[in-house]
């Protein structure tokens, strides 16, 4: 099993949503986040002030998923996420030893 972590732009989360749905993931977890990258902020006004925003606003998704569907959620969540513009984000892929379901305490695929 692989844990996959796309960073992404929040208005973009309602596609990535769709995307993994259409490709037959049943959950995911979403988490507001904030960094930077290669974005390195923005510049905002504020009562004819400026500021530079360092860390922006950004959603961090996490699927976990059989290793041999992780390309094609890869490939999912790129696909509706891209804008082709910095600051699209990112995607890691990180291995799971073990996932155990609470409520009937089902293991590793079968708590999928």
């Not at 796309?6 to 995911?28: H, N, Q, S, T, Y």
């Not at 504020?46 to 569907?69: A, P």
């Not at 600051?87 to 999928?112: H, M, W």
Request: charged residues 35%; glycine residues 8%.
């Amino acid at each position: 099993m692989k844990k996959v972590e796309a960073i992404i732009r929040p208005f973009k989360l309602e596609d990535v949503k769709v995307a993994l749905v259409e490709a037959g993931i049943i959950g995911m977890t979403v988490s507001e986040v904030r960094g930077f990258g290669r974005q390195k902020g923005q510049v905002e006004r504020y009562r004819g002030s400026e500021f530079t925003v360092e860390f922006l606003q950004k959603l961090k998704i996490e699927v976990v998923v059989e290793d041999d569907r992780v390309e094609e959620v890869v490939k999912s969540i790129a696909d509706a996420a891209r804008t082709g513009e910095i600051g699209d984000g990112k995607i890691f892929v990180s291995p799971v030893k073990s996932v155990v379901r609470i409520r009937t305490g089902d293991r590793d695929s079968t708590a999928l």
